[in-house]
Structures are given as structure tokens and as C-alpha cells.
């Protein structure tokens, strides 16, 4: 039985390894952008109120001095000439992301960071805050209860911990959105689909794709940009419904990653390599300081205690490895293995590829984070 096992596990491996790689489709959607659909940046300026003697220093922010009394102004409250110094209060800049075709009304997240010298925004509440788009233009306003998420205690003599960042939060749904993009895609007889990893042949393919379901559709304009026409009468919602769900095979060029800091390395199943030779080795050279002391005959009248220098040194070079010869044309597979074969860390397996591309038999690109 043992023996019909190990046969039939062997016959599973060799098939397996014999068998054609399986075609690694992905839906048109997921390697691409769609021209117009997309998330608009808003920013806005505002005050924290109800902090804990943790906010600005009105001192040292007249910023923030300055909004909190046009605030009190607008509210009725005078306070020009009176000498302000709460730390109740923090000036802060207030980020969203109006997502598109979003309604008015809807509800977005706004995120809150400290602009000033305010120690924790913990515990504060964001006042009514408009949201500008780059257009100058107010899209939403937020306001709510600030969460950090970060926790921070301190003693009276001074120590202090605090885990995260006690100077930024969030406001889940804190925004409300109140004026709409004008992006009116029904009218639209054109759509540009945008590629995130730019490429001829997946571009080719992606008009290829959409020409035989819809003849005379689609056409590569360049390695980025697809452009699609509805056929047949139908409107540009559903003619784009259709089209993202068709699936391509994305083609991507021969690059191998290399993270030292991490000691990471990412390599493309493009990746080939020309006839090489490599070996592998680390010399290592250990010096020893013992110092021994030397002292003079008991009783003896002359001569001195002395410390007398002693060096042990020590050569240490890896043996019993031979060259690994990877042949022209090497795939990934043949790479990788022959460099666990010498047995190298990844740390050396960088340092390897950086000498292998140096030497021109490394036919893919190196990008070094």
C-alpha cells in the first residue's frame, strides 16, 4: 500500500508539473479606470472645541485666536478686546473624499488633523465646516465627534505614554454631502478606460475582447487609454455593465522588485536569464583581543605590572560549493531554484540578481525600493 502510494503521488507530481500553466483571466474592471468615475478630493479649515486642556496655545497659534473670535462674532459674541487663553480649543484641517455619482445628502467620512500645537484632539467636537473641491467650490460640510483611536495618559511628575496619534481622527459620516458632481454619463457617446499597469499587448487585448462581443466597439488608442462606443442603440450605464465583466488575459514586462530594507524580492513570471555561472560564498575573518598581564618575579627589585597584548585571528571561508549554471532562456522556476540550491539568504539572493543584471545575463528590469 505504501508503495502504490509514493507511485500514485509521483504520477500526480509529474502531471502536475507537466501540465500547461492555467490562463490567469481578470475581469476588465479590475485593470482599469473609467473615465470620469472616480473619487474627488475636498478640504476644508475648522475649530475643535471641547477638548481637555490639550488644545492650541492661542499664544502661539493666532490662527486659531483669530477663528475662534470670528466665530463668537457670528454667533453674537464680542470678544475682540478680551484677552482669550482656553486650550479648549484646536484649529484643524478637515479632508474627504466625495466619491463619485455621489448624491445630495449622502453621508461620506471626513478625517481631522491638528494644525496647531494642540497636544490630543480626543474627546472634541468638529464645528460646522465646509468642504471645498478644487474648484473652490463647497461639496460638502462636516461636523461630529472626533475619534483618534489612540490612547495617552500622563503622571504628575511629567512621564507621559500614548499609543497611536492623539492629533488625528475621524469622523465616520461626519460629512454631508451638498452639492452634486456634474458628471452626466448618459450623455456620454465615448468612454476611456485607463489601464493601471500600462501595457501594448493588454491594451490589444482588452479592444480584442470587447470587439468580439460588440464589433467595431473598442480601439487601443495607445498602451493606456481604451476607447469604447455603445453599439446597437444601447445607453452608456449598460453598454459599460457589460464591458467590465468581460475577462482578459493582462500581459505585464519582465521586472524582478527588491525591497532591502525588508530583505523582499518579487519576481514576474516573465523573468528570464541568459547562460550563467554562479557561486556563492561568505569569507568570514574573527580577531580576538586577549590581554594577558604580565608581573615581575615575587620579591624581585626590578621591572613593572604590564599588560601585554594578545591577537587570535581566525579565517573562516565556506566550503564544498560548487558553480550553479542556470541555462539561456531559464525560467522563474529554474532562477529560484538554483539560487535555494546554494543555499542563500535572501539578503544574498538580492546581491546575487543586482551582479547577475550587472553582468547583462538578467533579461528583466530591477526597480530597488
Same mark, same amino acid.
Given at each position: 500500500?505504501?508503495?502504490?502510494?509514493?507511485?500514485?503521488?509521483?504520477?500526480?507530481?509529474?502531471?502536475?508539473?507537466?501540465?500547461?500553466?492555467?490562463?490567469?483571466?481578470?475581469?476588465?474592471?479590475?485593470?482599469?479606470?473609467?473615465?470620469?468615475?472616480?473619487?474627488?478630493?475636498?478640504?476644508?479649515?475648522?475649530?475643535?472645541?471641547?477638548?481637555?486642556?490639550?488644545?492650541?496655545?492661542?499664544?502661539?497659534?493666532?490662527?486659531?485666536?483669530?477663528?475662534?473670535?470670528?466665530?463668537?462674532?457670528?454667533?453674537?459674541?464680542?470678544?475682540?478686546?478680551?484677552?482669550?487663553?482656553?486650550?479648549?480649543?484646536?484649529?484643524?484641517?478637515?479632508?474627504?473624499?466625495? *466619491?463619485?455619482?455621489?448624491?445630495?445628502?449622502?453621508?461620506?467620512?471626513?478625517?481631522?488633523?491638528?494644525?496647531?500645537?494642540?497636544?490630543?484632539?480626543?474627546?472634541?467636537?468638529?464645528?460646522?465646516?465646509?468642504?471645498?473641491?478644487?474648484?473652490?467650490?463647497?461639496?460638502?460640510?462636516?461636523?461630529?465627534?472626533?475619534?483618534?483611536?489612540?490612547?495617552?495618559?500622563?503622571?504628575?511628575?511629567?512621564?507621559?505614554?500614548?499609543?497611536?496619534?492623539?492629533?488625528?481622527?475621524?469622523?465616520?459620516?461626519?460629512?454631508?454631502?451638498?452639492?452634486?458632481?456634474?458628471?452626466?454619463?448618459?450623455?456620454?457617446?465615448?468612454?476611456?478606460?485607463?489601464?493601471?499597469?500600462?501595457?501594448?499587448?493588454?491594451?490589444?487585448?482588452?479592444?480584442?475582447?470587447?470587439?468580439?462581443?460588440?464589433?467595431?466597439?473598442?480601439?487601443?488608442?495607445?498602451?493606456?487609454?481604451?476607447?469604447?462606443?455603445?453599439?446597437?442603440?444601447?445607453?452608456?450605464?449598460?453598454?459599460?455593465?457589460?464591458?467590465?465583466?468581460?475577462?482578459?488575459? *493582462?500581459?505585464? *514586462?519582465?521586472?524582478?522588485?527588491?525591497?532591502?530594507?525588508?530583505?523582499?524580492?518579487?519576481?514576474?513570471?516573465?523573468?528570464?536569464?541568459?547562460?550563467?555561472?554562479?557561486?556563492?560564498?561568505?569569507?568570514?575573518?574573527?580577531?580576538?583581543?586577549?590581554?594577558?598581564?604580565?608581573?615581575?618575579?615575587?620579591?624581585?627589585?626590578?621591572?613593572?605590572?604590564?599588560?601585554?597584548?594578545?591577537?587570535?585571528?581566525?579565517?573562516?571561508?565556506?566550503?564544498?560549493?560548487?558553480?550553479?549554471?542556470?541555462?539561456?532562456?531559464?525560467?522563474?522556476?529554474?532562477?529560484?531554484?538554483?539560487?535555494?540550491?546554494?543555499?542563500?539568504?535572501?539578503?544574498?539572493?538580492?546581491?546575487?540578481?543586482?551582479?547577475?543584471?550587472?553582468?547583462?545575463?538578467?533579461?528583466?528590469?530591477?526597480?530597488?525600493?
Amino acid at each position: 500500500m505504501r508503495h502504490l502510494f509514493r507511485v500514485l503521488v509521483t504520477a500526480a507530481l509529474a502531471a502536475a508539473l507537466g501540465a500547461p500553466p492555467a490562463m490567469a483571466n481578470s475581469r476588465i474592471k479590475d485593470i482599469v479606470e473609467f473615465e470620469g468615475v472616480r473619487e474627488n478630493m475636498l478640504v476644508g479649515y475648522g475649530i475643535v472645541v471641547g477638548l481637555n486642556g490639550t488644545g492650541d496655545a492661542l499664544r502661539n497659534a493666532p490662527f486659531t485666536k483669530q477663528s475662534l473670535e470670528a466665530m463668537l462674532e457670528r454667533l453674537g459674541v464680542n470678544t475682540r478686546d478680551a484677552q482669550l487663553n482656553t486650550k479648549n480649543v484646536a484649529a484643524v484641517m478637515v479632508t474627504a473624499k466625495l *466619491p463619485a455619482f455621489a448624491a445630495s445628502g449622502a453621508q461620506i467620512d471626513a478625517n481631522v488633523s491638528a494644525l496647531g500645537d494642540a497636544k490630543s484632539l480626543m474627546g472634541g467636537t468638529l464645528l460646522v465646516t465646509p468642504l471645498l473641491g478644487a474648484d473652490g467650490q463647497a461639496y460638502a460640510v462636516a461636523q461630529g465627534t472626533v475619534q483618534t483611536g489612540s490612547i495617552s495618559a500622563s503622571g504628575s511628575s511629567g512621564s507621559s505614554v500614548s499609543k497611536g496619534v492623539p492629533t488625528a481622527g475621524r469622523i465616520a459620516g461626519g460629512a454631508s454631502v451638498e452639492r452634486e458632481i456634474g458628471f452626466r454619463m448618459a450623455s456620454m457617446t465615448q468612454m476611456r478606460m485607463t489601464l493601471r499597469n500600462p501595457d501594448f499587448t493588454t491594451a490589444r487585448r482588452i479592444a480584442d475582447a470587447v470587439n468580439v462581443r460588440f464589433p467595431g466597439a473598442a480601439i487601443a488608442e495607445n498602451p493606456t487609454i481604451v476607447a469604447i462606443r455603445p453599439s446597437n442603440g444601447q445607453d452608456m450605464l449598460s453598454f459599460v455593465a457589460q464591458v467590465e465583466n468581460l475577462s482578459v488575459e *493582462p500581459d505585464s *514586462p519582465a521586472r524582478v522588485v527588491i525591497d532591502e530594507v525588508a530583505g523582499v524580492i518579487v519576481m514576474g513570471e516573465n523573468v528570464r536569464v541568459s547562460t550563467v555561472a554562479i557561486q556563492q560564498g561568505n569569507l568570514t575573518i574573527t580577531v580576538r583581543e586577549s590581554p594577558a598581564v604580565s608581573q615581575p618575579a615575587p620579591f624581585a627589585r626590578t621591572g613593572n605590572t604590564a599588560v601585554v597584548p594578545q591577537s587570535d585571528i581566525a579565517v573562516d571561508e565556506e566550503t564544498g560549493r560548487q558553480f550553479l549554471t542556470v541555462r539561456s532562456g531559464a525560467s522563474l522556476a529554474s532562477l529560484v531554484a538554483g539560487l535555494n540550491a546554494l543555499g542563500v539568504t535572501p539578503r544574498d539572493m538580492i546581491s546575487i540578481l543586482q551582479t547577475i543584471k550587472a553582468a547583462g545575463a538578467l533579461q528583466a528590469d530591477i526597480e530597488v525600493m
